[in-house]
């Protein structure tokens, strides 16, 4: 079989534009599918990280350890947002405090922080504390709630709504329907 010269020429460019043509199409396809690959993460998300352990010291010697199964910092709220929190206190006179809980968020500005979710404090003393929902205010070096509280050690178990514990002050106080149950 015999083909013109002008014949060969005529399949070489066809065969040249249906090669292009694919080339064309499948970048095309490849970069939508990654342009849909990166939109599944929000834009409000700056960083991403799992199995977070993060330590600070602060001013007046309280040693703060925070551990969680992830973490997502979102830099234009100074917001930092825990998923299965652990976070251990050291107090300036040595006494250790374990509050554990589903979520957690930090303010990175303010060192404000609220634990959500199955929230649990452990002394070292033995003491146990139970609530839905914690918060510290780094200005007033206070954890508080405003939610039913149930704090139990060997000798009593106390129930009642709101808490309020000054740090510095070491102060306990649960502010109303107290009951409580001495052994």
Do not use: C, P
């Amino acid at each position: 079989m015999k083909f013109k010269k002008s014949n060969v020429v005529i399949i070489i460019l066809i065969a040249t534009i249906v090669s292009a043509a694919a080339v064309i199409l499948f970048l095309e396809r490849s970069k939508s599918s990654k342009n849909q690959l990166l939109n599944i993460i929000s834009d409000k998300v700056d960083l991403r990280v799992k199995n977070v352990h993060y330590t600070d010291v602060g001013v007046s010697g309280m040693k703060w350890e925070i551990n969680a199964d992830s973490a997502k910092y979102v830099k234009n709220e100074n917001l930092v947002l825990f998923d299965r929190i652990r976070v251990k206190l050291v107090m300036s006179d040595g006494r250790t405090l374990v509050m554990t809980g589903d979520k957690g968020k930090s303010n990175t500005e303010t060192k404000d922080m609220e634990v959500s979710g199955n929230v649990e404090i452990i002394s070292d003393k033995g003491d146990h504390l139970t609530t839905d929902i914690l918060r510290y205010s780094g200005a007033e070096q206070r954890i508080y709630t405003d939610s039913a509280v149930k704090m139990e050690n060997s000798r009593m178990q106390v129930k009642g709504i709101g808490l309020s514990f000054s740090l510095e002050d070491k102060d306990v106080a649960l502010l109303s329907k107290v009951k409580a149950d001495i052994k």
